[in-house]
């Protein structure tokens, strides 16, 4: 907890960032128990979360620290460090305030041991410019040492009164819990993609058509006009002729040759 706030300068942060590593762990477990060094992976976990940069969207007590010490040396420390960049916060911390030595910072961080040094030489370089007593220890032994009781004190002050955490039982709960939700949602929506998938199939076309020209009016064809009513003595002609067509006169008779 006490390193997470350091990472952090968030109270609230540190414990949000210890609890999400302890259920990601539960979540994990097969891997953690097979780990050779399980603490480093739970920390490792602490130290990813804590140090993410999505946290910067978020409220702003997660960005800068609620309640800085009232010591001054204390205050400066706190704020040279959280100056620091992600990186050389988190390889100082481990190397300076925790004690691991360079191979094991440099494994935990994942960089190569030339890029640890840089880290850590530039960090140590960068708080020196702000502690006087840092820059006037006369080895790096000694700068090291005096960086780590510092820390520890920073820490101390920083969790002063304590964070209760969540009980082992309800992070276990959550976790299970939490892993049960994303499996059904994941569940959900594969079955869904699977359905408009299958209705897809079903219901698309099986060969191409193409698409119907629009119409357009056809401009110069004449009117179609159909035949004129009869007048009386049109029909009185008709009616004439369909009466009588052989005993008629002889020029409406049509005769032989």
């Known amino acids: 907890m006490s390193q997470a706030y350091l990472l952090t300068g968030s109270r609230p942060l540190a414990r ?7 259920r990601l762990a539960w979540q994990r477990w097969p891997e953690v128990a097979t780990d050779r060094d399980p603490a480093s992976w739970v920390r490792a976990a602490a130290y990813d979360y804590a140090l993410s940069p999505w946290h910067r969207l978020r409220r702003r007590a997660h960005k800068r620290p609620e309640q800085p010490p009232a010591d001054r040396d204390r205050k400066v420390l706190l704020k040279a460090l959280l100056d620091l960049p992600p990186a050389h916060r988190r390889t100082l911390l481990l190397y300076d305030g925790l004690g691991l030595d360079l191979p094991d910072t440099a494994a935990e961080t994942e960089a190569s041991t030339p890029a640890t040094a840089n880290r850590l030489l530039n960090a140590r370089a960068a708080i020196a410019q702000r502690l006087p007593e840092l820059a006037a220890a006369g080895t790096p ?18 969790m002063a ?12 709960t959550g976790s299970e819990r939490r892993t049960r939700f994303w499996t059904r949602a994941a569940l959900f929506f594969t079955a869904m993609i699977v359905s408009a998938t299958g209705f897809t199939l079903v219901t698309a076309p099986t060969r191409y058509e193409p698409p119907q020209a629009p119409g357009e ?29 052989v005993t008629g006169p002889a020029r409406l008779v049509p005769e032989g040759r």
Do not use: N, Y
């Open 161 to 172: 009164p304590p964070i209760k955490l969540s009980p082992a039982r309800a992070v276990r």
């Open 141 to 158: 032994a000694e700068q090291s040492a005096l960086l780590q009781e510092r820390l520890g004190h920073l820490a101390e002050i920083g």
């Open 16 to 22: 949000e960032s210890v609890e999400h590593a302890f």
């Open 217 to 245: 009016p056809v401009r110069g064809v004449p009117v179609h006009a159909g035949p004129q009513p009869l007048t009386p003595e049109d029909e009185e002609l008709r009616s004439l002729l369909h009466s009588a067509p």
